[in-house]
C-alpha cells in the first residue's frame, strides 16, 4: 500500500507547475485551442463577441504567451537574485536618440547647392525666410547674396481698391516694407539680378533709389502696375546698374519722356523690352526707329485686356532698320497698319535673326501677304509664326516665305468666321513645305474644304526614310475634317499629344472635344476606328 502512495505522489509532484507559473484556466485552454501558437491566427475579445482573425496576433498576447513559457524554465525568484548579485553587471549601453546637431555638420556648400535647386523651382521666398530659423548654419546659407538673385515685392494690401482709406492704408503699407527693405537691400540683395515690382503707388521712387544703391548686377526689371515712375529714377538706375538690359513697363503708368530718357542712356546694351500701348507709345517706338538700341532682341507691344483701336503705324523698313539684330517681335492684340511699300521705299535689310513673329489679334488686322513678306523677306530661322486673326493671310502667301524649319504654325480664326469669305483650298501648300518640322498647327476656325484638309493631312504621312513626323500638337477646331483624315494622322504621328477636335460637324458625335495626352488621342483613334463613318 506504501509504495502504491508514493508513486501517486511523484506523479503530482511531476505534474505540478513550477514556482513562480501561473496557473491555467479553462479561457486559456480555449484560446490555444482557437489560435495555437504559429497557427498564423490571433483573437481579439469583446463584451460579448470573440473573434478569430487571420494574421499575427497583437504584440501584448504574444508576450504573454512568452512570459508563460519562460518561466517554466527559469529558477525561482532567490535563485535568480543569488545570481544577479554574484555576476556583475555589465554598463548601460548609451541611448541612440536622435542628433540634434545634425544640420550643422552639413557642409556649407552642399546646402547652397540644395537651396539653390529650391530658389529656382520656387524663388527664394518664403523658402529662405522659413529656412533661416532652423539653426545657424542654416541661416548662414539663407543669407547667402547668392541665393537672391530673382525676387519679387508687393506691398500686402496690393490689388485692392484704393477707395476712401484703403489709399491711406496701401501707402502705410509700402512705406513699412520700404523701412524693412532698407536693411535686406545691403545685406541679401547685393547680387540680386531680376526684380519685380507690383501694385507700387507711392513709393516707387525712394525703392528705386534703394536698388540702385545696394543692387549694381540687375539685369532685369519689371513694373507692374506702378505708378510715379520720373525720368530722374530711370536715368539712376541705368547709371547705377551697368548690366541691366530688360525693362518690362507694362501695365505701368510710366512717362513716355522717362522710357526714352532711359533708352537713350542704356543705348547699345539694351537687349529686351516690353510695352503697353498707349497714345504715349509712338514716342518709344520713335527712338527705336532712330536706332538708339541697335542690339535690342525682344521687342513686345501689346494692349493686354482692354483692346485699343486706335491703329498703330509702325513701319517695317525703319523698324528693320533700327533693330538689325531683333530675334523676337511680338504685336498682340493690336491693330497694325503696316505702311505701304510703294515705288519710292527701298527694301529694308530684314530681320536675319528673327525667330519668333506674333501678330495675333482677335479681331481682323490689316496683315497682308505683301505686308508679311517684306517682314519677313530675310528671315531664313524663323521658328514660331503666330498670325491668328490674320484672315487676309492666303496659304500662298506663306508658301513663299524664306523660311524652311518653321516649327509652329498658329493661323486660328476665333469668332469671325461667319463674317468674312475664307479660303476654301491651299492647305496641302503649308504642310508640303512644312511637315518634316513643324511640331505645333493651329487651323482652327478655317474653312478649307473635307478634300482639302485630306490631301494637306495627308502629307505627314509620307515622311522620307520611315521616320516619323515631329507633329506633337493639332488644332482642328470648327473645321471640316472627316473622320478618316483624323484617324490616318493620327496613326501617323505617334508623338501627337494635343489633338482639338471642338465642333467638327463632319465627326461623330461624343468625339468632339479635346484630347490631351497620347493616351486619349489613341482611345480617340479607336473610337474613330470602331464607329459609324456617319457624321452627327
Not at 483692346?307 to 511680338?330: F, I, S
Not at 530681320?351 to 513673329?357: A, D, G, I, K, V
Not at 479660303?423 to 476656325?445: F, H, I, M, N, V
Amino acid at each position: 500500500m506504501a509504495p502504491r502512495v508514493a508513486r501517486r505522489a511523484r506523479r503530482r509532484v511531476r505534474g505540478a507547475p513550477p514556482a513562480g507559473a501561473r496557473a491555467r484556466s479553462a479561457e486559456d485552454w480555449w484560446w490555444d485551442r482557437l489560435a495555437p501558437s504559429g497557427s498564423e491566427y490571433h483573437l481579439l475579445q469583446s463584451d460579448s463577441m470573440l473573434l478569430v482573425l487571420p494574421g499575427p496576433g497583437p504584440a501584448r498576447a504574444r508576450a504573454h504567451r512568452r512570459a508563460a513559457r519562460r518561466a517554466q524554465w527559469l529558477p525561482p525568484p532567490g535563485a535568480r537574485a543569488a545570481a544577479s548579485k554574484a555576476r556583475p553587471r555589465p554598463a548601460p549601453a548609451p541611448q541612440q536618440g536622435p542628433d540634434p546637431g545634425w544640420g550643422d555638420r552639413i557642409p556649407l556648400e552642399i546646402l547652397l547647392q540644395i537651396f539653390g535647386l529650391l530658389v529656382a523651382a520656387d524663388g527664394p521666398m518664403p523658402f529662405l525666410g522659413r529656412a533661416a530659423r532652423v539653426c545657424r548654419r542654416w541661416h548662414e546659407a539663407a543669407s547667402h547674396p547668392a541665393l537672391w538673385h530673382t525676387v519679387t515685392l508687393s506691398p500686402p494690401l496690393a490689388g485692392r481698391p484704393t477707395k476712401g482709406g484703403a489709399k491711406a492704408i496701401g501707402a502705410k503699407a509700402e512705406e513699412k516694407l520700404l523701412a524693412s527693405l532698407e536693411w535686406l537691400m545691403p545685406n541679401r540683395f547685393s547680387q540680386l539680378q531680376k526684380l519685380t515690382l507690383i501694385h507700387w503707388k507711392s513709393q516707387v521712387h525712394p525703392l528705386l533709389k534703394l536698388v540702385s544703391e545696394s543692387c549694381p548686377r540687375l539685369t532685369f526689371l519689371k513694373l507692374s502696375d506702378c505708378h510715379g515712375v520720373t525720368p530722374d529714377t530711370l536715368i539712376m538706375l541705368a547709371k547705377a546698374c551697368p548690366q541691366l538690359h530688360s525693362l518690362d513697363i507694362q501695365h505701368s503708368m510710366v512717362e513716355s519722356t522717362a522710357v526714352v530718357s532711359f533708352l537713350e542712356e542704356v543705348g547699345p546694351r539694351m537687349r529686351k523690352l516690353w510695352l503697353t500701348y498707349s497714345p504715349q507709345t509712338t514716342a518709344i517706338l520713335g527712338a527705336l526707329l532712330g536706332g538708339c538700341c541697335p542690339q535690342l532682341q525682344v521687342l513686345e507691344v501689346s494692349t493686354g485686356i482692354s483692346h485699343n483701336h486706335t491703329p498703330l503705324q509702325l513701319p517695317v523698313e525703319a523698324l528693320q532698320k533700327g533693330c538689325p539684330q531683333l530675334q523676337v517681335l511680338r504685336l498682340l492684340n493690336l491693330m497694325w497698319l503696316p505702311k505701304p511699300s510703294g515705288r519710292a521705299v527701298t527694301p529694308g535689310p530684314g530681320f536675319p535673326s528673327l525667330e519668333e513673329l506674333c501678330l495675333a489679334s482677335p479681331t481682323c488686322n490689316f496683315v497682308s501677304n505683301e505686308a508679311l513678306g517684306r517682314l519677313l523677306r530675310s528671315s531664313p530661322n524663323l521658328r514660331l509664326l503666330d498670325l491668328r486673326g490674320c484672315a487676309r493671310i492666303t496659304p500662298a502667301g506663306l508658301r513663299d516665305l524664306p523660311c524652311q524649319e518653321l516649327q509652329q504654325l498658329h493661323l486660328g480664326l476665333y469668332g469671325m468666321s461667319d463674317r468674312l469669305t475664307l479660303a476654301k483650298e491651299g492647305s496641302p501648300l503649308l504642310t508640303q513645305k512644312w511637315c518634316y518640322t513643324l511640331r505645333e498647327l493651329d487651323l482652327s476656325g478655317q474653312g478649307f474644304s473635307e478634300k482639302d484638309l485630306e490631301q494637306a493631312l495627308a502629307a505627314f504621312s509620307g515622311t522620307a526614310g520611315g521616320s516619323h513626323p515631329a507633329l506633337c500638337s493639332l488644332n482642328l477646331r470648327g473645321t471640316r475634317v472627316t473622320p478618316s483624315t483624323v484617324s490616318s494622322v493620327i496613326s501617323s504621328c505617334p508623338g501627337l499629344l494635343y489633338l482639338n477636335l471642338e465642333s467638327c460637324r463632319c465627326l461623330p458625335r461624343g468625339l468632339k472635344r479635346a484630347y490631351r495626352g497620347p493616351e486619349e488621342v489613341q482611345w480617340c483613334l479607336e473610337q474613330l476606328l470602331t464607329s459609324s463613318p456617319s457624321p452627327s
